[in-house]
């Protein structure tokens, strides 16, 4: 899968392309917010090698059971789910510390076959991001496993937090994770042994940028999701940019996953096609994360406000390293363009249908 800088930047730019077909009202910057986002999130990263081709080490990797591990104050179990083949696929586990219990799901958002193989790990609100890279060197292979967590989730998950060491306990769990991996291609290694070598990684921070823009709406969440399912929005939408979404990546309903959901976009003179990853989406929350090439992703949040009504806020973040890449300089350099289309098209759009269909049902 090919990536390129600021692919969620793509998306939005198109919003801006979309306006210059039909002239679209601004409304007053007063009411909408808006700010640029540097993020920084904390990893944990180490490298092994491991006596097998990457073909047979990634059968191993795509094994949902790859994924548990327990040590003294942490335990991650399978619940369910099928192998993970393509994009998309997901698996139930459950995390137990300190009396915590948290369901998450595992999504496979990022696939290159003998390469990557990337998760994002969803428990409600709370995001993590696994990353498996593969180097093949004669018959061995160069594995390097990295975890960032980027969004801290519910309050029972802060509070875990708040009590232990977290990425500390992540690092624990996955050495010992790959070293089941490491005896199991090499007999005459002893878990114990490279248990007792402690923590062979790094820790690391991860720098991540993007977009934020919010806007109050007098509706209620509920109210505004319903707009965000209509077909009727989307058509207008795409009308009005240019931008045409498959109805995989709006009909939402709790528990079920559409897997990869392309969008289609009217971008200089040719259609780019964008496949989407649904992930982490919270319907009690409304949110919903969709991620683009790995790592880069976009979020919707319809949430509720202590003054009535909710704020609707859409915000993209792409980590930094991104930014080198060349291919997209040509969209990277209208990045001004993003944030006044967003305003003019997205918010107005989905602003004026849920208030309507909020006034009808007083």
């Keep these: 899968m090919k990536r390129v800088v600021l692919p969620i930047m793509t998306f939005l730019l198109a919003l801006g392309f979309g306006c210059a077909k039909k002239k679209v ?3 007053e910057p007063s009411i909408i917010g808006e700010e640029s986002l540097t993020r920084r999130f904390k990893g944990y990263r180490t490298t092994v090698e491991i006596k097998a081709g990457a073909g047979e080490l990634e059968k191993i990797l795509l094994n949902p059971r790859v994924m548990e591990m327990s040590t003294s104050l942490m335990k991650i179990e399978f619940v369910s789910g099928e192998r ?7 698996v139930d586990y459950r995390i137990s510390a300190f009396g915590f219990g948290f369901d998450v799901r595992a999504i496979l958002i990022h696939y290159e ?33 990295s975890c960032e967590l980027l969004e801290q989730g519910s309050s029972d998950f802060q509070r875990l937090t708040s009590l232990v060491d977290l990425y500390k306990l992540i690092a624990q769990g996955f050495e010992g994770v790959i070293a089941n991996i490491q005896v199991q291609f090499d007999p005459s290694l002893k878990k114990a042994g490279l248990l007792a070598k402690g923590i062979r990684g790094e820790f690391y921070e991860s720098f991540y940028v993007g977009h934020q823009v919010s806007k109050h709406v007098e509706a209620t969440g509920e109210e505004i999701f319903q707009v965000f ?8 939408f795409e009308q009005k940019t240019g931008v045409k979404s498959d109805p995989c990546f709006y009909e939402l309903s709790p528990g079920k996953n559409p897997g990869v959901c392309p969008v289609r976009i009217n971008l200089f003179g040719d259609t780019l096609v964008l496949d989407t990853v649904l992930s982490a989406h919270s319907f009690e929350r409304y949110t919903f994360n969709y991620f683009y090439w790995g790592d880069s992703r976009f979020q919707f949040v319809f949430d509720f406000s202590e003054q009535g009504g909710t704020d609707i806020i859409l915000f993209y973040l792409t980590p930094s390293s991104n930014l080198t890449n060349p291919n997209m300089l040509n969209v990277a350099m209208n990045f001004d363009k993003i944030p006044e289309a967003i305003k003019t098209v997205f918010l107005p759009l989905i602003k004026s249908r849920a208030e309507a269909g909020a006034g009808r049902n007083k």
């Design 25 to 27: 009202q601004v409304e």
């Design 84 to 90: 993970f083949q393509k994009l998309g696929d997901t």
């Design 113 to 145: 076959p003998g390469q990557e193989i990337w998760y994002a790990g969803s428990g409600g609100t709370a995001i993590f991001l696994f990353r498996f890279h593969m180097e093949g060197q004669g018959d061995a292979t160069r594995l390097t496993v």
């Design 229 to 236: 399912k209509d077909p009727a929005f989307w058509l207008e």
